[in-house]
């Protein structure tokens, strides 16, 4: 079972900047892609930003060109940078690690999704 650890969060001002750690462990040696989602009070979860095993990178609409997402293999953690932070940021974010079907140590793992507990960003304007 893999755990995620989201961190990072807390109160900015508009136009500030944030970088939220993921932290993983228990994982198999397996290909891991991870992924970015918030939602906010009343609203759907919204997809943010994801890297895949292999290093390529996809944003939502919303937060291309002020989030980055990247990861840090010998730390097995996954941050998203957020730069240019308006109040519509405003959510609890989610990181997601998904892990495609393999075989490992001869026990075969089907496609799984793993998420973190979230961390609490706050943008005021």
């Known amino acids: 079972q893999v755990q995620l650890v989201e961190g990072g969060g807390g109160s900015v001002q508009a136009g500030g900047s944030l970088r939220l750690p993921c932290a993983a462990s228990?994982?198999?040696?397996?290909?891991?892609?991870f992924s970015w989602y918030r939602q906010a009070p009343g609203t759907e979860r919204e997809f943010v930003s994801s890297?895949?095993?292999?290093?390529?990178?996809r944003y939502g609409d919303s937060v291309n060109g002020r989030f980055t997402i990247s990861q840090d293999n010998a730390k097995n953690t996954v941050y998203l940078q957020m730069n240019s932070l308006k109040p519509e940021d405003t959510a609890m974010y989610y990181c997601k690690a998904f892990r495609a079907p393999c075989l490992n140590a001869g026990i075969r793992f089907s496609a799984t999704n793993y998420w973190g507990q979230g961390t609490q960003v706050t943008v005021s304007s």
């Open positions: 890297i895949h095993s292999f290093g390529r990178t």
């Open positions: 228990g994982g198999t040696s397996c290909r891991y892609d």
